[in-house]
């Protein structure tokens, strides 16, 4: 009889299980977040959403903030993982930046709640907790930006896009275009926010000097 060993790399079976108890309670705590404010939201709120008692969640979480966090910097890996598929499979630097401006719209018309929470952690909220979310995120966000500063040069390079404005300054505005396209899209219930892509695509081709 031979002893079974296991993959080191496959997580045990009270791993998978804790696994899939925190994304539940990430689950019921974006909801909670995104339909109130975070001073608002309670952790009792979240606990009841997550069908688990309070003392539950705080072994899991050590507070609100740490579990705002994880909700948050969960979300932005979704949304950074999709991004950089959509980018692999895009070709030219004209693909590619529109690749971008389209997936931000994409996203956030299919998950409205994470643009919520997404509004909650850049406007109004508690600096240090803001800070604390930057310094988490800040390498998914350099990478990101990195590539797209690299896209604008090689458009650059072509002779696609104009020239006169530096590569990363050219990527922070591409990369913040979608934004108030968005916040009206907040704003007005009635919109269907994909109506308004064609408008930051056409912004977007101006702003690069495309023909």
């Excluded at 339909?35 to 009792?44: K, M, N």
Aim: hydrophobic content about 40%; charged content about 30%; glycine content about 4%.
């Amino acid at each position: 009889m031979s002893d079974t060993v296991q993959d080191p790399k496959k997580p045990s079976r009270k791993e998978r299980e804790l696994q899939f108890r925190v994304g539940l309670v990430l689950d019921a705590a974006e909801e909670v977040f995104a339909e109130t404010t975070f001073a608002r939201a309670s952790v009792e709120d979240i606990a009841e959403k997550a069908e688990i008692s309070v003392g539950t969640l705080y072994n899991l979480f050590r507070s609100k903030e740490d579990l705002y966090r994880s909700v948050v910097s969960r979300a932005q890996e979704g949304f950074f993982d999709r991004v950089q598929e959509r980018l692999s499979e895009a070709r030219g630097p004209l693909e590619k930046v529109h690749a971008v401006v389209s997936y931000h719209f994409e996203h956030f018309h299919r998950y409205a709640r994470q643009f919520r929470l997404y509004v909650s952690a850049t406007n109004g909220f508690q600096w240090e907790l803001r800070s604390m979310l930057d310094s988490e995120a800040m390498a998914r966000q350099m990478q990101f930006r990195t590539r797209l500063i690299d896209i604008c040069q090689d458009g650059m390079d072509q002779g696609i896009f104009k020239r006169g404005v530096p590569a990363d300054l050219l990527a922070i505005n591409v990369a913040s275009l979608p934004h108030p396209f968005l916040l009206v899209w907040l704003e007005r219930d009635t919109i269907d926010l994909m109506t308004l892509l064609p408008h930051a695509v056409t912004m977007v081709d101006r702003l690069l000097g495309v023909d």
